[in-house]
């Protein structure tokens, strides 16, 4: 098992330009999250879906913001336009339903930093 | 919803001390309790979880106590080593089956520093 793979690692845009984030989750997992982490505010979730469905997009900041899940294996995170504020590390994980009535836990990929200049 | 607070922000022991995270909740129906680390430039990774229906959990030299009542649990490190140096953060969540994937509401994270 690769474990949820995420591309670029790293990303440096200017401000203004567009940036998509892309995410493969660990085959089977059905709930996939996408997390953007930042020394002031910590890990936030910004949307989260389940069967390719978005459940929560409450945590999209602005409708620069908008991301995709069009089958199982691939999910986007797309910034448009970008800004200097939006410079973070942005992480996707990934989970499985349980027949318990408990989560099950998140299994994060190895995350993308974006610089907006 | 769910509010988790976390303490110490930072922590610093000397090898082979134990150390001590602990964390709040606000939710009483919140039912699991993940801990991930976080090391330098990484991404979090599980160490360990529990579950409502447990006090307490134990994997070599890591254990977690939960306190439902209080709606308070905390991490314990015991016999810490230079390698256990990483940000730690606290999770809760609830649901699952039936209810569907609730999110999972992080702490702010813990700093540990290990000094050899």
């Known amino acids: 098992d690769a474990g949820v793979i995420q591309s670029p690692r790293h990303e440096v845009t200017e401000m203004g330009q567009e940036v998509t984030l892309r995410c493969k989750p660990i085959?089977?997992?059905?709930?996939l999250f996408w997390y953007r982490q930042t020394m002031m505010r910590g890990l936030e979730l910004l949307i989260y879906?389940?069967?390719?469905?978005?459940?929560?997009d409450s945590g999209m900041p602005e409708d620069r913001f908008s991301a995709k899940m069009p089958n199982a294996s691939f999910s986007t995170l797309k910034i448009q336009p970008s800004e200097p504020r939006d410079s973070a590390v942005y992480f996707c994980?990934?989970?499985?339903?349980?027949?318990?009535?408990?989560?099950?836990?998140?299994?994060f990929g190895n995350g993308t930093r974006l610089t907006v200049t | 919803g769910e509010n988790v607070e976390q303490h110490p922000s930072t922590l610093s022991v000397q090898e082979g001390d134990s150390a001590v995270i602990k964390c709040t909740y606000s939710?009483?129906?919140?039912?699991?309790f993940p801990w991930y680390k976080q090391e330098l430039g990484k991404r979090p990774q599980l160490i360990i979880d529990?579950?409502?229906?447990?006090g307490e959990k134990k994997d070599q030299r890591i254990a977690v106590t939960l306190n439902k009542t209080a709606k308070h649990f905390s991490l314990h490190i015991t016999e810490t080593q230079p390698e256990d140096s990483a940000v730690y953060f606290c999770?809760?969540?609830?649901?699952?089956?039936?209810?569907?994937?609730?999110?999972?509401?992080f702490g702010t994270g813990t700093k540990l520093q290990v000094i050899p």
């Open positions: 879906f389940n069967n390719n469905v978005p459940i929560d």
């Open positions: 939710d009483s129906a919140s039912n699991y």
């Open positions: 085959s089977g997992h059905d709930y």
């Open positions: 529990i579950r409502s229906n447990v």
């Open positions: 994980a990934s989970s499985f339903r349980t027949d318990k009535p408990h989560s099950s836990p998140l299994h």
């Open positions: 999770a809760a969540s609830r649901g699952g089956a039936g209810g569907g994937y609730q999110k999972v509401t």
